[in-house]
């Protein structure tokens, strides 16, 4: 059987053919899929570059290609493109047996509006919340109320149409946008660690004894991931005696507000934005030179960021929003955009030497859930029902 997979991943394309990314999901990750699935077409938008960037790695190998789309970024180019796109995500699953939108995805809605009037099965891979990523403070544009609305609509409408749905969180996502009810469901996460990605030990409390770095991961394309909030902490934290600084791992076009937001605070000197690492043992030496974890997110699904921290035995703060009160315990959360309570709970568990022990063990023996082979294991079951489900209605679809 043939799989045709949608993302909203951006590649890009050497003019030998090949497909290449800076981040995941690469290769391995679309190979998943093959426990199931004699070939997999990844739907994605693809960009024609001269050469890959020294840390890209390919998307595309054997029994995966990647089936490009018209190219865009932000709302205005996908409406201006928006009759081609559809044409090509249309056309790219004319002879797929089997269709997995990832959502929330402009191309997923457009395949899913076509599916539907066909009469066509597809399922879902649910890995993020559109009503919180485009919750007020997130993104600035004047149509994001409507914008909020028409893409929380259409997600509850695509779980509710799907054959299969398989949620990145345990419960957050599943208690929004419920499957059918006639549908399997499945909570299974797209983090998975291997091996490496863990320490064989938590640390201990004098390991706590004079904590002085926090480490944040994250885009800084939108302001998702709430640093304006911990900047504006980390300025509380100062100003109240504690030697703190912050170390930010991640890249996008607000980081020159951010850095001058930092100037304001008085905190600039306490704050190194790193720019955007390599996955694996770049982002894994940042965390094991820090002492905590925060993420204030705005919006999350389940937050790969923090499960990897958690698996290197960091202590964690971070936000009651999407799959993160699913990892942390109650007191390690706060509210969005709280800079005070955000302030408080770090306060409190970095003068805490026992208490960021404790959490250091508890973090990592919850990280240990989200191991390659469990996972792996669990998303094969779902690809299998996808593919049994799929076959089943195909026949009547086809003569509709």
Known sequence: MRVAVTTEVRFLRTPDGAVWTRIPPAYRAWTGYLSAFDTVRVVARVADVAVPDDDAVRVDGPGVQVWPVPYYLGPRQYLLRRARIRRSVTAAVTDADAVILRVPSPIGTLLASALDRQGRPYAVEVIGDPYDLLAPGTIRHPLRPMLRNLTTANLRRQCHNAVAAAYVTERALQSRYPAGRMAPSFGVSDVD??????????????????????????????????????????????????????????????????????????????????????????????????DLFVMPSRTEGLPRALVEAMARGLPAIGSAVGGIPELLRAEHLVAPDDPVRLADAIRRLVTDPDRMAAASTRNLARARDFSAEELTRRRAAYYRLVAGASRQRLPASATS
Do not use: C, N
């Open 193 to 290: 660690l291997d091996d490496v990605s863990y320490v064989p030990y938590p640390r201990t409390a004098d390991r706590f004894r004079a904590p002085d770095t926090l480490v944040s991961v994250g885009s800084l394309e939108q302001m998702y991931k709430g640093i304006d909030t911990l900047l504006e902490a980390l300025a509380i934290l100062v100003r109240s005696g504690l030697s703190l600084r912050l170390v930010h791992v991640g890249a996008g076009r607000f980081r020159p507000l951010l850095e001058q937001l930092a100037v304001r605070l008085g905190v600039a000197d306490r704050v190194t934005f790193t720019g955007w690492l390599s996955p694996g043992d770049a982002i894994r030496r940042q965390f094991d030179a820090a």
